[in-house]
């Protein structure tokens, strides 16, 4: 059987790109694309850098009212329906990704968008960090199909 693929039309593209733009400069300005200035804040323990917090304090403003808003929505602005996620319970695949996220990011700083964002500095330990990832993501999924 033949698969249809049907072409996203230019206004989703252009929000596409735009959302991706405005994310990683926001993440560049906020200096969520630097190890050392997140993984102060994650030392709660040391020297304690809590300037990420108005990260978190900004995202929340924006995104709490953005869900209160799509709630009141029929539909979104650029599709024909909503795609929510079908599975809402917490089970052992998700808390272990969850741990091993979070093991991941106190130890190297940095996280999937974040490094990705960061490529641009043509820093080794960057390239390594996303090589890495993505051997993960390849490996998963052979050792996980579907």
């Known amino acids: 059987m033949e698969e249809q693929t049907s072409a996203l039309p230019l206004s989703n593209i252009l929000v596409i790109v735009a959302s991706g733009v405005l994310f990683g400069l926001g993440l560049s300005v906020s200096e969520m694309v630097n190890p050392v200035r997140v993984l102060g804040f ?17 995202a929340l403003t924006v995104a709490i009212p953005g869900f209160q808003y799509a709630k009141l929505m029929h539909k979104p602005f650029l599709s024909i329906q909503f795609t ?9 695949k998700l808390i272990l990704g969850a741990v091993l996220f979070g093991v991941g ?33 390849f ?8």
């Open 84 to 92: 929510l996620p079908g599975k809402n319970d917490l089970d052992k």
């Open 105 to 137: 990011w106190g130890l190297a700083g940095i996280c999937p968008g974040p490094s990705l964002v960061a490529l641009n500095s043509l820093d080794g330990r960057i390239l390594g960090f996303v090589l890495a990832m993505l051997a993960g993501i």
């Open 139 to 146: 490996i998963h999924d052979r050792v996980f199909p579907g």
């Open 42 to 58: 994650l030392n709660v323990l040391g020297p304690w850098d809590p300037t990420l917090i108005f990260v978190m304090g900004g």
